[in-house]
């Protein structure tokens, strides 16, 4: 008798006890758990950023990029895009800043350095542009396109004998460059408005009044 008295109250306490596991919200947290939401919190800001840069919403991905960026293991990739977001939503300053502090990272990016000189360029910095391509050119002399973009520089500088020379060593390292018409063509015009400016009769140009007499 004594040992089903005994067995009555456990199981009424056990069954109390349940009661009170699923009535209540009471929560035993998981070690590292809030740090596996913010990872995933941080990652979604990622996403939606993504998601705005495919739309060209470029405000808003930059919104989102930036609050990636609070995420040390995301920083220096919502970085990356957030610059290139800036550069297509013509916020060229912005953009510079992050890329100076990209390449203070990682000196030796050639991806980095040819934004850079893009940059440069698009921000009438012409000068730092062509010093920029000229090194990237020294350094990456298998690369066509920094090559190419290294001559639009020189035509943008006007420094045309160096465009010509570096023309010529384009056609002959990389002869199936379709730049290589183009700035051949760019060429020719050029020339025939020097020859045109030199012989007095560029077009366009009204001829000089007549001294002894003649009309304006």
């Known amino acids: 008798m004594k040992k089903v008295c005994f067995i009555v109250p456990f199981i009424m306490l056990s069954a109390s006890f349940l009661f009170f596991s699923c009535a209540t919200s009471f ?55 957030q610059a290139r977001c800036n550069v297509l939503n013509g916020k060229y300053d912005e953009a510079l800043l992050a890329y100076e502090e990209l390449l203070a990272r990682d000196g030796e990016n050639l991806s980095l350095m040819m934004s850079m000189a893009y940059l440069y360029a698009v921000t009438g910095d012409v000068e730092k542009a062509e010093k920029t391509y000229s090194e990237l050119w020294e350094k990456n002399p298998d690369n066509p396109d920094v090559l190419v973009n290294y001559i639009s520089v020189l035509f943008a500088s006007k420094n045309i004998a160096e465009a010509e020379s570096k023309v010529a060593e384009l056609k002959e390292k990389f002869p199936g460059s379709k730049s290589v018409s183009d700035f051949e063509t760019k060429l020719k015009e050029l020339e025939k408005k020097s020859e045109q400016k030199e012989n007095g009769s560029v077009s366009g140009e009204k001829p000089a009044p007549e001294k002894n007499g003649g009309k304006i």
């Open 27 to 81: 929560h035993l947290p998981v070690p590292g758990e809030s740090r596996v939401i913010r990872s995933s919190i941080y990652s979604e800001y990622m996403t939606i950023a993504d998601a705005y840069s495919e739309l060209k919403k470029y405000d808003k991905a930059s919104q989102y990029y930036e609050l990636a960026k609070k995420n040390k293991s995301l920083y220096w990739t919502a970085t990356y895009s």
